[in-house]
T-cell receptor
Framework: EPEVTQTPSHQVTQMGQEVILRCVPISNHLYFYWYRQILGQKVEFLVSFYNNEISEKSEIFDDQFSVERPDGSNFTLKIRSTKLEDSAMYFC?????????????FGPGTRLTVT | KQEVTQIPAALSVPEGENLVLNCSFTDSAIYNLQWFRQDPGKGLTSLLLIQSSQREQTSGRLNASLDKSSGRSTLYIAASQPGDSATYLCAVLTGANSKLTFGKGITLSVRP
């Protein structure tokens, strides 16, 4: 069964460093998402991406964040200058379409620890 | 702003019991509702999706219902097993760009 994959599974970085989290969505999916979950908190929407552009972003997704689909298979989330409060589990998701009938499939997550 | 609430935060039941997990949401203008399972430190596994036009969906021992007008969904688990122990998350899909808004989850423990 096709699945969303994410690398690395765990990333440790120092405050102020840039990190890139990588995702490979399901191959025929067209809509891509990043969510994050701070330990003990709700899963929160960060950004949605379709047709090579951002469709919607949350207030969390400020100028320090960017997304890219560099090569037609990968979908990346870059955090330019990490802060302690960026420590969280980051989930990538993909869907065939945007509407009611389309399930979002989630990857296993990347645990980001900022020290 | 859409808010999703799941109460209680934790539940412990003996094996074999039938149980109901509740989810409520504040804005009934949703496209669908998904129930997910999350094991500790792991990703999200989709269990069931109910479109806004549907009333319920079933998969094996799981049955999810949706009452959009009252802003409620329930996940029914029949004949619970220790392997069902996990956190169950409810999420609603809203907006043209289909973002999911999650509840905090219910952590279920099924005692052998």
């Amino acid at each position: 069964e096709p699945e969303v994959t994410q690398t690395p599974s765990h990333q440790v970085t120092q405050m102020g460093q840039e990190v890139i989290l990588r995702c490979v969505p399901i191959s025929n999916h067209l809509y891509f998402y990043w969510y994050r979950q701070i330990l003990g908190q709700k899963v929160e929407f960060l950004v949605s991406f379709y047709n090579n552009e951002i469709s919607e972003k949350s207030e969390i997704f400020d100028d320090q964040f960017s997304v890219e689909r560099p090569d037609g298979s990968n979908f990346t989330l870059k955090i330019r200058s990490t802060k302690l409060e960026d420590s969280a589990m980051y989930f990538c998701a993909s869907a065939l379409g945007p509407g009611a009938a389309y399930e979002q499939y989630f990857g296993p997550g990347t645990r980001l620890t900022v020290t | 702003k859409q808010e999703v609430t799941q109460i209680p935060a934790a539940l412990s039941v003996p094996e074999g019991e039938n149980l109901v997990l509740n989810c409520s949401f504040t804005d009934s203008a949703i496209y669908n509702l998904q129930w997910f399972r999350q094991d500790p430190g792991k990703g999200l596994t989709s269990l069931l999706l109910i479109q806004s036009s549907q009333r319920e969906q079933t998969s094996g021992r799981l049955n999810a219902s949706l009452d959009k007008s009252s802003g409620r969904s329930t996940l029914y688990i029949a004949a619970s097993q220790p392997g069902d122990s996990a956190t169950y998350l409810c999420a609603v899909l809203t907006g043209a760009n289909s973002k999911l808004t999650f509840g905090k989850g219910i952590t279920l423990s099924v005692r052998p």
